[in-house]
Structure formats: C-alpha cells, structure tokens
T-cell receptor, first 114, second 116 residues
Framework: RKEVEQDPGPFNVPEGATVAFNCTYS??????FFWYRQDCRKEPKLLMS???SGNEDGRFTAQLNRASQYISLLIRDSKLSDSATYLC???????????????FGAGTRLAVHP | GEEVAQTPKHLVRGEGQKAKLYCAPI?????VFWYQQVLKNEFKFLIS????????ETGMPKERFSAKCLPNSPCSLEIQATKLEDSAVYFC??????????????FGPGTRLLVL
C-alpha cells in the first residue's frame, strides 16, 4: 500500500464548477500536510498547508481529519487556470533532529474546460 | 537567490555514462532535498542535507548515486553508470528549517535526465 493515496482522475469540469479531491495517508505519525500544484511536469508549487482546523485561501479550502487520516481539497468556482495536477503531500519525520522528507501522492489531474 | 536554481535543465546520457546535476538552494535555506519524479507523477525522495551534512539518504540507490553539499558550492547529485530507468526529472528543494513554520520546501525547476 502506498503511503499517500489519491484518485488519479482526470477530473474534467466546466468553468465555475466546484470540485473536491481526496487523499488518505498511512503514517499516523505524520505531522504536516500540504497540497502542491504541478503544471505540465514543471516544479511542484505549494498551494496551501493543511491544518486540523481546516483552512481556506480564496476559492480553495483544505481539511484534515487525523482520526481518519484523510485530507481534502475543495476548489470553488473553477477557472481555466486551475487546470493542473494536484499533489497531496505529507511529511515523514526522519532522523534524530526531526528532519522531514515529503511523501507525495501520485497526483490528481484536473482539467477545467470552457 | 530567491529561487532554487538547478542546472542543467536537460541532460542526455548514453547508458553507462555519468550524469551530474547541480542545485543552488534559496539563500538562507540550510536544508536541501533531492527528489526523483519518474513517469506517472511518482515522486521518490532520494536524500536530504543540512548544510553539508547528510541527514537522510534512505532513498538513494547507493551503488550508483552519490550527492554532496559543500560550503560555497552548489549541491550536486551524481549518477555513475546511468541506466535506462534513471530517466526522470530530478527536483531539488530547499527549506529554512525541517519543522514548524519554516519547513515549507521550495522546489527548483528540475533537471530532465534522459538515458538512451
């Protein structure tokens, strides 16, 4: 079983739609959670961190359920420019100093069409 | 600099040849991470450094891969005797700290390695 699992998609949605992505992680010791966005094999860029209380950034809302080890991302009012691959990312603490490495899900592809 | 810099952007090698990739972290970031992204978006962690010290190399195929971060030099990732399966995009990332508010990892543009 992979440490971070995501639905690969693709999700094909019209402009203005609301779309939700889900992700589960297997390591209950994970401390930090992120959504990254990757365009066309370019570098991943941080979209938002995910907190237990849930957090919102404009049209994007992220939620974390530690008990279920489940992370979600909601995109409202989709734009053409939202088309990308969304990567669910979890840190994995390693080493005595707690230095983290990131564990990536395989990504969920979103295509927003006119 | 303000961004993670990676060179070269593209690298083509014949099987068995050596490949060397470079990464300059964001100025002020002490932590450097290397990741490999193969087809189907699978990212694999390779190695991490604090300054010039290796902290986690559990992802490194040690028989052919090596990495260094020396003072006043870009970090490097070297692959001796490349194999076809080494074809991938190699991303470098840096962060201010390993945990807490400074832990966000910022990625460079990647080096696309093609082994023929």
């Amino acid at each position: 079983r992979k440490e971070v699992e995501q639905d690969p998609g693709p999700f094909n949605v019209p402009e203005g739609a609301t779309v939700a992505f889900n992700c589960t992680y297997s390591n209950s010791a994970s401390q930090s959670f992120f959504w990254y966005r990757q365009d066309c094999r370019k570098e991943p860029k941080l979209l938002m961190s995910v907190y237990s209380s849930g957090n919102e950034d404009g049209r994007f809302t992220a939620q974390l359920n530690r008990a279920s080890q489940y992370i979600s991302l909601l995109i409202r009012d989709s734009k053409l420019s939202d088309s990308a691959t969304y990567l669910c990312v979890v840190n994995s603490i390693s080493g005595a100093g707690g230095y983290n490495k990131l564990i990536f899900g395989a990504g969920t592809r979103l295509a927003v069409h006119p | 600099g303000e961004e993670v810099a990676q060179t070269p952007k593209h690298l083509v090698r014949g099987e068995g040849q050596k490949a060397k990739l470079y990464c300059a972290p964001i100025k002020g970031h002490s932590y450097v991470f290397w990741y490999q992204q193969v087809l189907k978006n699978e990212f694999k962690f390779l190695i991490s450094f604090q300054n010039e010290n290796v902290f986690d190399e559990t992802g490194m195929p040690k028989e052919r891969f090596s990495a260094k971060c020396l003072p006043n030099s870009p970090c490097s990732l070297e692959i001796q005797a490349t194999k076809l399966e080494d074809s991938a995009v190699y991303f470098c990332a840096s962060s201010q700290s390993p945990t807490g508010t400074g832990e966000t990892q910022y990625f460079g543009p990647g080096t696309r390695l093609l082994v023929l």
